[in-house]
């Protein structure tokens, strides 16, 4: 079992930057597959970004790459998303995400069994 806690949202303009962290307990953070998932309202939940359990592959979403970067520190069981050149558009209750698999990267979020809670994040116009 692995219990992720998010943390990092709020409120910025657009242009701006904000660092998500998903914290997780246990002692096999390194054994599961991360990503960042994202939903806005009246919308599905759409994939944002994956990495590899040593962090050595990622994978991002159309809508935010060369935008955003994952990136994962196994001493500290913590998983990254740094989001720069933040738009309206990014605005959305962002998950963080553990999958044990045998993929390098998951983009289906019907891959991953444990799920954070959320945090929001707002960029206003």
């Known amino acids: 079992q692995v219990q992720l806690v998010e943390s990092g949202g709020g409120l910025v303009q657009a242009g701006g930057s904000l660092r998500l962290s998903c914290a997780a307990s246990?002692?096999?953070?390194?054994?599961?597959?991360m990503g960042w998932f994202r939903q806005a309202p009246g919308k599905g939940r759409e994939f944002v970004a994956s990495t590899s359990l040593l962090g050595a592959y990622t994978d991002y979403g159309e809508s935010v790459k060369g935008r955003f970067t994952i990136y994962r520190d196994n001493a500290k069981n913590t998983v990254y998303l740094q989001m720069i050149s933040l738009k309206p558009e990014d605005t959305a209750v962002y998950f963080c995400a553990a999958a044990s698999t045998s993929s390098r990267i998951v983009r289906d979020s019907s891959g991953y069994s444990y799920w954070g809670q959320g945090t929001q994040v707002t960029v206003s116009s």
């Open positions: 246990g002692r096999t953070f390194s054994s599961y597959v």
